[in-house]
């Protein structure tokens, strides 16, 4: 499994619902699969 930097965990991003979250606070009770779409258009 790959390892995020403690830089990359404290980034500021907008789940799904609008909530204002921090990205390592997505796996910190259990595993996560993070996925990035690339807009084209």
């Keep these: 499994m ?3 930097p ?3 965990a404290q980034l ?3 789940t799904d619902d609008g ?3 921090t990205f ?3 796996w910190a009770e259990q595993p996560a ?3 990035f779409l ?3 258009g």
């Design 12 to 14: 500021t991003l907008t």
């Design 24 to 26: 390592g606070s997505l």
């Design 38 to 40: 690339r807009h084209f």
């Design 33 to 35: 699969v993070v996925v």
């Design 2 to 4: 790959t390892t995020i």
């Design 19 to 21: 909530v204002a979250a």
């Design 6 to 8: 403690a830089s990359a």
